[in-house]
């Protein structure tokens, strides 16, 4: 099947008597569940047969299992030349690993000091000389803070820091050379920086064509039309690529990255390059991202490939995050494509199809969404965890709470659920049908027509629409319409936050509120677009049009040049931009900012102590502002979750966190709790028993549900990399977490189906994992019979063996009932143990140079038991062992290396033959206990499985409701069949607008 899930379609005739293709929804369901009973099948097919799946493993180890992960000491460095630090274990730990490795990927939590980490390895890399020219590249926002750290643990270093000026186009030129032609012990820039650095054109071209190879193949085996038109436009895309590096070839005065002389590279917060472009056949498949990737990926593609051209390895380049997976699967597979193309092309997994279809399980299932039902194909979970773990682990040193520990508070996770309003609830409906007509039904109540389609009928930006509308709504419905009646969200959490500040007046404690939406409005139309595409848009789609650090800039960029940036990144046409920029720039009547701190006031909470993160846009304001919330003069702060999230350190006396909305991404979600669940948290460690408060407000029935649903499947999926150490869970679908997103969204919906559908989801992949723990066990115990059967015939043979020879030992001289030693070598004859036994050593060491590799010979005699050795060879160097034969040639010992002293050589003999009865008493004892090993592993073997009927039973429910939920959505559609006035038929009415 190729991992593309089945549709089941049948043609049809509109109401104008066209031909139509429909997608049968009831039939595709039942497909679908029966591709996953043949896959199960399969999978238990597999494991059936003892000798099948023995070869299946043994195939899979020689691919996959050939690894042990290293444990990274750093205990013993020194750091010659750091002053006035000390370095944590784990941090001694990570430089180590780095050096050892020449790159990797740092995945470390908020707090765990990276930075550190970064600059030391930096210098020990260079003290050590394994690397000459390393280079630091990083945000624009902490860079700064990088470079004083630096100078300040390492103040004798030698350090470039170039300003934004050296980067102009006259300035260059000289810079670029300054870096080729200097000894620096490091050299740090910002992100935009590196991406303005030429990559080599030769590197480009082949990378290009490389790409483009890929995508003929693809093209050449596809038969889907709209498929092939997109493939068609990529190989275009690449040609042009390709042509305007022919022109740049001509510029031979700006060095590239390549003639510069860096060897080395660490890219902090790595995430932001996140946007690499892959080829997959997977469509219509949630969790993907963006596979044609983005201009700054690209380059740093290219660089990889160049510093591990120059290290002949996957060495030269260390990541930095923590976040490195932050909203997709696709980024793991592309933190292998960045840090380890080598080792991927060794184990044949080159693409991303062909890494997912190993590591990662991809299927749809019935997700809530904006009130209703949704049938959603989006990757669900890991397989073959162990391996994938290892080939992660392999590369990145992992710190997170499992493996760290950090002196911050923990957070308590407190849910608020608010009642939605008629109003709120009565707009739900109609933006339901509004979906589900493509942008038709209700467009012009909705006052949702920009984009319209007259010509189709339908709305192709129907879904962003309906999401902006709905996250408005679910806050507060004022957003949309300033005449609408309150929501009651805003009131609650400003009872909440009023409440906590009196209560902690005293201690002067500090609290965060976060909200991604009605942000206040500036009066600059280029700030307002900003904070407007701020959350809607990719990192790296903002940054191509706005720059890196755009509330830095001295001078920012003029609105023409800003609507020349949208054109060509967003691929929007002149009126959509007018439109877009007249939306951002509409002065509203009501914002959520300034509505939350006039209900502050009104509760009693002094106006000054309430400020937005908005009004604080440069470096010098944000530490002023800093400095005053950690004082307590400041104690409440309203934010984004990018302008109050990664960078913002106001944590000393916060006591609480309060989200008005919930972000898209999980990483975005831990970099808001990180503002305040975060070392030097001192308030919370001497008053509040080291916990802070997380607040989170959301409205019933609303899209907030949807949400908290979508980022709980995302949030499962990512922390299972970095939480799970056991390495006997091949595939796991659900993890314990201190924020149960998946519970939330279920009590918001106020949907009893959605519960029971959220109740058995979670029993059944409990009952998942006990049933594949319990049938790995069964497979365990049947290894473990055959072995130990095995074993029984061994020691059954042995004893046999033994006891012929017992009869011998009655034929050894005896005085005063003590044996009497008669030994030969060479036909020698000897009394004593000790001479015996350095005759033997004597003609070992003869015939050590001599004797072919694994031949045996007699080494000497002892009461007619014959001393036979052996010549091996190992690690360089021979050695001789010696095992003991009866007077009828059987083996009556183990083979062992011969002693080099002469007692022991000949006392080993002597006790072999002597001990023969001993032996066989204890070889009886051992046959006794497979004996009943083995009624043991029958008797297990025999026990059902307990866990089965209990999985199949909630399947079959879960089934059921998955079907009920099917025709009740069928039933929906038909009930509002007959659609209301559409977008066309009120083309003429005046409330319409572009």
Known sequence: MNGIEPVVKYTTEDSEGNEITVVDIQDTHFAKELVKKVKSEWDDFKIADPDRRRKLEDLYNKIYNTTVLRKYDGSHLTFPGLVGVQLRPHQKDAVFRNVQQVGGLNDHIVGSGKTLVQICTAMELRRLAICLKPMIIGMKAQIPQLYETFKKVYPFAKILFPSEKDFTKENRLKLLNTIATNDWD?????????????????????????????????????????????????????????????????????????????????????????????????????????????????????????????????????????????????????????????????????????????????????????????????????ANLPELITLYREIADVRNNQNIILEKPKAEHILKKIQPSPYQLSR??????????????????????????????????????????????????????????????????????????????????????????????????????????????????????????????????????????????????????????????????????????????????????????????????????????????????IGSTKKLGTGTNVQTLCVAGHHLDITWKPSELIQRNGRFERQGNELAKNFFGNIVKAFYYATERTLDASMYNTVSLKAHFIDQMKTVEDPSIRVIKDIEEDVDMGHMAAELSGDPIFKEKASLSKKINELEQLNRSFI???????????????????????????????????????????????????????????????????????????????????????????????????????????????????????????????????????????????????????????????SEYHRQLEIANPYKSDLETAKGRLAEVDQLIIKRTEKENKKNSSPEPSVSDDVHQPKISA
């Open 186 to 382: 490091c050299i740090i820039i910002t992100h935009d920086q590196f991406t303005a650095i030429r990559q080599p054109i030769e590197i480009q071209e082949a990378m290009i064509n490389e790409h483009k190879k890929e995508v003929e193949i693809e093209f050449a085996f596809t038969d889907e039309k709209h498929e092939k038109k997109k493939l068609q436009s990529r190989l275009y895309k690449y040609e042009q690529k390709l042509k305007g590096l022919g022109d740049m070839k001509k510029d031979t005065q700006v060095l590239d990255f390549a003639q510069l002389g860096i060897d080395f590279l660490m890219v902090d917060e790595s995430q932001e390059f996140k946007n690499l472009e892959f080829l997959t056949r997977k469509t219509n498949v949630r969790g993907l991202g963006n596979p044609t990737g983005s201009k700054r990926a690209f380059n740093m593609e290219i660089a990889c490939r160049l510093l591990q051209s120059l290290h002949g390895a996957d060495k030269g380049i260390l990541f930095a995050s923590g976040t490195p997976i932050s909203n997709t699967i696709a980024e793991l597979y592309l933190i292998f494509k960045y840090l380890r193309p080598s080792k991927m092309k060794a184990i044949g997994l080159t693409t991303f199809d062909s890494w997912a279809a190993n590591f990662a399980n991809d299927y749809s299932d019935l997700e809530y969404y904006m009130g209703k039902f949704k049938e959603v194909h989006r990757f669900r979970e890991f």
């Open 428 to 637: 739900i409906e109609k933006l339901q049908e509004f979906i589900e007509t493509k942008g038709n039904n209700y467009a012009v109540e909705l006052g949702l027509t920009a984009g319209y389609d007259y010509r189709k009928k339908v709305n192709p930006s129907y879904g962003l629409l309906a999401v902006g509308y709905a996250r408005k709504l679910s806050l507060d419905p004022r957003l949309i319409d300033p005449a609408a009646p309150p929501g009651s969200k805003l009131i609650a959490a400003a009872d909440n936050i009023a409440s906590i500040f009196h209560e902690t007046t005293p201690l002067k404690a500090t609290q965060l509120v976060f909200s991604d939406l009605g942000t206040p409005k500036s009066l600059n139309a280029g700030d307002n677009l900003y904070n407007y595409l701020e959350g809607d848009i990719s990192d790296s789609d903002l940054k191509e049009i706005f720059t890196e650090g755009y509330w830095e800039l001295e001078k920012k960029p003029g609105l023409s040049v800003i609507k020349e940036k949208v054109a060509s990144v967003l691929n929007l046409k002149q009126q959509e931009i007018e439109s877009l920029i007249e939306s951002a720039n509409t002065a509203e009547q009501f914002n959520v900012y300034s509505e939350m701190k006039r209900l502050l006031v009104e509760r009693g909470v002094p106006a000054d102590q309430v400020v937005f993160i908005h009004d604080y846009n440069t470096r010098a304001a944000k530490a002023r502002l800093y400095d005053q919330v950690n004082a307590g003069e400041i104690r409440i702060v």
């Open 776 to 934: 790995q066990k069964r497979i365990n115990t049947e290894d473990s019979l055959k072995n130990t059967e095995r074993q029984k015939r061994k020691y059954q043979d042995l004893i046999g063996q033994l006891e012929q020879s017992l009869p011998f030992l009655e034929q050894i001289p005896k005085k005063n009932n003590d044996p009497v030693f008669i030994g030969y070598v060479n036909g020698m004859a000897f009394d004593k143990v000790g001479s015996f036994g350095a005759a033997m050593i004597q003609s070992a060491q003869r015939k050590i140079n001599v004797v072919p590799e694994g031949k045996g010979f007699i080494l000497g005699e002892l009461w007619g038991f014959k001393v036979q050795a052996f010549r091996r060879f190992a690690f360089g160097e021979a050695y001789i062992t010696r095992q003991v034969l009866s007077p009828d040639d059987k083996i009556v010992s183990t083979e062992e290396l011969l002693p080099d002293t002469e007692m022991a050589a000949g006392l080993q003999i002597r006790t072999a033959i002597l001990n023969l009865p001993n032996q066989i008493a204890e070889l009886r004892q051992k046959l006794s206990t497979t004996f009943e090993n083995i």
